[in-house]
C-alpha cells in the first residue's frame, strides 16, 4: 500500500535551519509532483512548497520563498525539504502529500 | 490567491443522521481543461488527512458511500448521509485549479451531538 513516512522534525531556534524528508513507498514515485503542506498548532492545513515529478519545476507560498527549498531524489523515492533561516511562525506539523496521499507528518517547533 | 471558504466551521450532528458542509471559492473552479479541482479532505483526531473526494463528487478507493460532493463553479458540498462515530473530525476543502498556491478552507469540525 502507498506509505509516506516524513522524517527531520525537531526543536530548533530561529534563525536555524532543518531538513525534512519524506520517503515514498508503495507507487510510482517519479510519476508524481510532491507536496508540502503544513499545519501550525491547532489550526489548519497550509500548502508550502510542490516539486514536479520530474524535478523540472518547483513553486513555493510567498512567506516560505527564499528560506525553503524542495527537492527530490527519484532513485531514492525521496522528497526533501531544506528549511533556512527558520521562524516562530513556521512551527507545525509538516505533511508531505501527493494530492491523493499524505504522509502522517514530522513535527517542527522553532522557539528560543 | 483563491480563497475557500466553508461553513459552518463547527458542526454537531446527531449519530445516524445527516450532515453537509458547504465550501464557497472567490472565483471558478473550473480548469481550462473542462475540470474542476475540487476536493474533499477528512482529518480524524490525531490522525493525518486523508482525501476522501476529488474533482468535486469521485470518492477515493475505501471511502464509504455515505460521503458524496456536489457543486460547481465556486459553491461546493460534502454530505455525509447518516453520520457514525469513526467520522467526527475535521473536514477541509481543497483546491487545484488556480496554483499556486493549493489553497484550503478553514476546516469544519464535526462532532457528536
Known amino acids: 500500500q502507498v506509505q509516506l513516512v516524513e522524517s527531520g522534525g525537531g526543536v530548533v531556534q530561529p534563525g536555524r535551519s532543518l531538513r525534512l524528508s519524506c520517503v515514498a513507498s508503495?507507487?510510482?514515485?517519479?510519476?508524481?509532483?510532491m507536496h508540502w503542506v503544513r499545519q501550525a498548532p491547532g489550526k489548519g492545513l497550509e500548502w508550502v512548497a510542490v516539486?514536479?515529478?520530474?524535478?523540472?519545476?518547483?513553486y513555493y507560498r510567498d512567506s516560505v520563498k527564499d528560506r525553503f527549498t524542495i527537492s527530490r531524489d527519484n532513485s531514492k523515492n525521496t522528497v526533501y525539504l531544506e528549511m533556512n533561516n527558520l521562524r516562530v511562525e513556521d512551527t507545525g506539523v509538516y505533511h508531505c502529500?501527493?494530492?491523493?496521499?499524505w504522509g502522517q507528518g514530522t513535527l517542527v517547533t522553532v522557539s528560543s | 490567491d483563491v480563497v475557500m471558504t466553508q461553513s459552518p466551521l463547527s458542526l454537531p450532528v446527531t449519530l445516524g443522521q445527516p450532515a453537509s458542509i458547504s465550501c464557497r471559492s472567490n472565483?471558478?473552479?473550473?480548469?481550462?481543461?473542462?475540470?474542476?479541482?475540487l476536493n474533499w479532505i477528512q482529518q480524524r483526531p490525531g490522525q493525518s488527512p486523508r482525501r476522501l473526494i476529488y474533482k468535486v463528487s469521485n470518492r477515493d478507493s475505501g471511502v464509504p458511500d455515505r460521503f458524496s460532493g456536489s457543486g460547481s463553479g465556486t459553491d461546493f458540498t460534502l454530505k455525509i448521509s447518516r453520520v457514525e462515530a469513526e467520522d467526527v473530525g475535521v473536514y477541509y476543502c481543497m483546491q487545484a485549479t488556480h496554483w499556486p498556491p493549493w489553497t484550503f478552507g478553514q476546516g469544519t469540525k464535526v462532532e457528536i451531538k
Open positions: 508503495g507507487f510510482i514515485f517519479s510519476s508524481y509532483g
Open positions: 472565483q471558478s473552479l473550473v480548469h481550462s481543461d473542462g475540470n474542476t479541482y
Open positions: 516539486i514536479w515529478s520530474d524535478g523540472s519545476n518547483k
Open positions: 502529500m501527493t494530492l491523493s496521499y
